[in-house]
C-alpha cells in the first residue's frame, strides 16, 4: 500500500502543483490582470477537487482499501497546497498563505480522496461457485 500512495500522491501533488504555480502567476501579476477573476478561482477549486477524486480512485483500485485513497489525498493535498502557499508568499503576500494551503490541502485532499476512492475501494472476494451443503442453485 506504501508504494501506491506515495506514487499516485507523488503524481498528483506534483502535477496540482505545477497548475497552482501557473494558476498564481496569472492571478497575481499585472500582466493578467485582464483575466477575469471568476474564471481563476473556479480553476483553482475544480482541478484539485478533480485531480485529489482521480488520485483517490486510482488508489482505491490499485491497493483495494478504503485507507489508501484518503493517504493519496492528503500527500497529494500537502504538496500542492504547500506549493501554492510559498508561491503566493513569493508574490509578496502574507505568511499565513504557506499555513492555510498547507492545512487546507492536506484536509481537503484527504476527504475529496476517500470520496474519490469509495467506487474503486474495497470488493468483495469472488464467491466459489461451488455451493455449500444444503444450498439449491
Known amino acids: 500500500m506504501r508504494s501506491v500512495v506515495l506514487g499516485e500522491g507523488l503524481r498528483a501533488g506534483i502535477g496540482l502543483g505545477v497548475i497552482v504555480v501557473m494558476l498564481t502567476i496569472l492571478g497575481l501579476t499585472p500582466p493578467f490582470a485582464w483575466i477575469p477573476e471568476v474564471l481563476l478561482v ?11 477524486g482521480l488520485a483517490g480512485y486510482r488508489a482505491g483500485r490499485r491497493a483495494r482499501s478504503l485507507v489508501a ?5 492528503a500527500l497529494a ?8 502557499g510559498l508561491s503566493y508568499v513569493a508574490f509578496g503576500k502574507g505568511a ?15 476527504v475529496i480522496g476517500a470520496a474519490g476512492g469509495l467506487p ?14 444444503g444450498t439449491r442453485r
Open 42 to 52: 473556479g480553476s483553482a477549486l475544480l482541478i484539485p477537487i478533480g485531480a485529489y
Open 69 to 73: 485513497p484518503a493517504l493519496v489525498g
Open 77 to 84: 493535498g500537502l504538496i500542492s497546497g504547500g506549493i501554492g
Open 96 to 110: 499565513l498563505n504557506l499555513g492555510v494551503g498547507l492545512g487546507l490541502g492536506t484536509f481537503g485532499g484527504a
Open 120 to 133: 474503486g475501494g474495497v470488493r468483495r472476494p469472488p464467491r466459489s461457485r461451488r455451493g455449500s451443503a
